[in-house]
């Protein structure tokens, strides 16, 4: 809430100092939205007059009571992103900002990256060859969407049996989790089992594919839940080793697992 | 609802740029740490339960979808993910219209309304700007601001609800959002 935003500079005329809070407000039709968020797009002091704005206005959000969530919200929400996947983030996203992020939060594959790089086309996800599309030309976002439509259909195929399995079994023998890895290098977890995760843990699923380089985390989970691993650019092979480990919030500090193992379990190729 | 539950502190920034990467689980880490009260604002613009539900449930597709576009340098992670929330609570309500309380079922889960806007400005953190500045605006000012904004009130219903004619309310309330940016600069 500085009072001398990028605004301050240069100042807007009054009528878009009022667009602009009008359109925070969500007062403005379609139509007049629709030009207002060009105008944001094209004009950097209209954008941090809207955004001063939304931040002001947020304050309202926090006034807001909490709403008991139905339990199967998030499952519903999780059925739909299978059709609607994430889109690769655009070259202007990777500023030094996002950068600094993602290395603060020791994003999965941040520090392997350069070593698993040649490998990356053969286990790239989906999003991968999103991108690839999209910097090819293909730039819109709503045909790139399209496009991953497409390729969902025919991929379905591909996609419905997994290529490798792995069982997890927790120390007492329970099977609490399958890992199933598809042709397209789709990972999944599918829980069998619950574990109580206490305040202040996570989940953290590791794979390990060779003693030299170590345990690599590729995943984190609040409690157990139907995910999508993080193994689009590491090595997927038979007798590879995946692991649940009990960790603290944000997932273990030191990049290696430090609690308790949960479950185990080797992959093996289906037949 | 209660506002002492317990709520996961979640980077969201951080959250929005894993899910720009394809992370599920930074997208769940959002809905567990602000979907609770991400219902609750979608409550009340929608006022029915199985609304604001659906409003949540796309906005959390969409911020998936569009995480690559959340830009760290241009804004915040929680107005960004509260924009996308409101946008489409409001593109539901506008849809849906409603003016047409006909086909409410009996017994559905419906917002209590009890809460004025002058209560509402009252919870408002008293650290913050919003607070003392709508508080210098003119009562029925202050008033059509907040009932915009939390409950997503059109010109046409602002006009109804405060007595005041169609053709003045939007340059009405212009002034009133001139004023208040001037408190607030």
Redesign the interface.
């Known amino acids: 809430?500085s009072?001398n935003g990028p605004a301050a500079g240069s100042p807007l005329p009054?009528e878009h100092?009022?667009l602009a809070?009008?359109y925070a407000?969500?007062?403005l039709s379609?139509d007049e939205a629709e030009r207002a968020a060009a105008r944001a797009a094209g004009n950097p002091a209209f954008?941090a007059e809207v955004?001063r704005w939304?931040?002001?206005?947020?304050?309202?959000?926090?006034?807001?009571?909490?709403?008991?969530?139905?339990p199967d919200?998030?499952s519903?929400?999780?059925a739909?992103?299978d059709d609607?996947?994430?889109?690769?983030?655009?070259p202007?996203?990777e500023?030094s900002?996002?950068a600094e992020?993602?290395e603060?939060?020791r994003?999965?594959f941040s520090s392997a990256e350069a070593a698993a790089d040649s490998r990356r086309r053969l286990f790239g996800?989906l999003?991968n060859s999103l991108a690839f599309w999209r910097i090819g030309g293909l730039a819109a976002v709503a045909a790139a969407?399209a496009v991953a439509v497409g390729l969902n259909g025919q991929l379905q195929q591909a996609r419905s049996a997994p290529v490798l399995v792995a069982i997890l079994q927790t120390p007492d023998n329970q099977t609490a989790a399958v890992v199933n890895a598809f042709a397209d290098g789709r990972t999944e977890l599918v829980p069998l089992t619950t574990f109580t995760v206490p305040?202040g843990k996570v989940l953290e699923v590791w794979t390990l594919w060779d003693r030299q380089v170590g345990p690599r985390s590729v995943?984190?989970?609040?409690a157990m839940?139907s995910?999508?691993l993080?193994l689009?650019n590491l090595p997927l092979g038979a007798n590879q080793l995946f692991e649940i480990t009990l960790e603290p919030?944000g997932g273990s500090p030191i990049g290696r697992p430090t609690g308790p193992v949960l479950a185990i379990g080797r992959a093996a190729q289906r037949i | 609802m209660q506002t002492g539950t317990l709520r996961m502190a979640v980077d969201l920034e951080q959250a929005l740029v894993r899910c720009a990467s394809g992370d599920k689980t930074a997208l769940n880490g959002i809905y567990a740490a602000e979907g609770a009260r991400m219902l609750g604002v979608a409550m009340r613009i929608l006022k029915r339960r199985p609304l604001a539900e659906d409003a949540v449930q796309d906005a959390f597709v969409l911020i998936w979808r569009n995480a690559a576009k959340f830009d760290p340098e241009k804004g915040s992670a929680t107005t960004w993910i509260y924009t996308v929330l409101r946008n489409r609570s409001l593109s539901i309500l506008r849809d849906e219209g409603r003016s047409e309380p006909t086909d409410m079922p009996m017994g559905e889960e419906v917002v209590d309304e009890a809460e004025t806007p002058e209560e509402t400005i009252a919870r408002l953190s008293d650290a913050d700007a919003l607070k003392h500045c709508l508080e210098r605006l003119e009562p029925k000012r202050r008033m059509a601001i907040a009932l915009t904004y939390v409950h997503g009130l059109s010109h046409g219903e602002l006009a109804g609800k405060l007595g005041m004619p169609l053709g003045t309310i939007k340059s009405w309330l212009r002034r009133s959002l001139l004023t208040l940016r001037e408190c607030l600069q």
């Open positions: 809430m009072p009054p100092q009022a809070a009008e407000l969500g007062l379609p954008a955004e939304r931040r002001h206005f947020s304050g309202f959000d926090r006034t807001s009571p909490l709403a008991t969530l139905p919200l998030w519903r929400i999780e739909k992103l609607t996947p994430a889109v690769t983030a655009e202007s996203l500023t900002r996002a992020l993602r603060r939060g994003l999965p996800w999003w969407i305040a995943g984190l989970l609040q839940s995910s999508r993080k689009d919030a």
